[in-house]
């Protein structure tokens, strides 16, 4: 079964970095887009950065030049560095990958990481 695991989250002080990493777990053929979603408390689920298949890159105005989003083709994997971190960055952070689950595929499967917290606070 294929599944999105994120690791990286946790507690850091203002100004602070922290790489936030989501890779895929199971046997598929390959990626699409990619993008990073936060969820503040209270507050909508809004699209921090995003990655299309060809590489081009889109960022919140929020985090433009503090945050930068990648891949690793080769291990399926997507990451979301982020420095000078700001209280206002607290959230839950969600990873969003397009995966080809067979090289005949046409169309990719949407799939949802469960969510890291991310708390910037000193």
């Known amino acids: 079964q294929v599944q999105l695991v994120e690791s990286g989250g946790g507690l850091v002080q203002p100004g602070g970095s922290l790489r936030l990493s989501c890779a895929v777990s199971?046997?598929?053929?390959?990626?699409?887009?990619m993008a990073w979603y936060r969820q503040a408390p209270g507050k909508p689920r809004e699209l921090v950065a995003g990655?299309?298949?060809?590489?081009?890159?889109n960022y919140a105005d929020s985090v433009k030049g503090r945050f930068t989003i990648s891949k690793d083709n080769a291990k399926n994997t997507a990451y979301l560095q982020m420095s000078s971190l700001k209280p206002e960055d607290t959230a839950v952070y969600y990873c969003?990958?397009?995966?080809?689950?067979?090289?005949?595929?046409?169309?990719?499967?949407?799939?949802w990481g469960k969510g890291t917290l991310v708390n910037v606070s000193s």
């Open positions: 969003y990958i397009e995966i080809f689950l067979i090289r005949e595929a046409r169309n990719p499967e949407h799939y």
């Open positions: 990655l299309t298949r060809s590489g081009s890159t």
């Open positions: 199971g046997t598929i053929s390959s990626t699409g887009g």
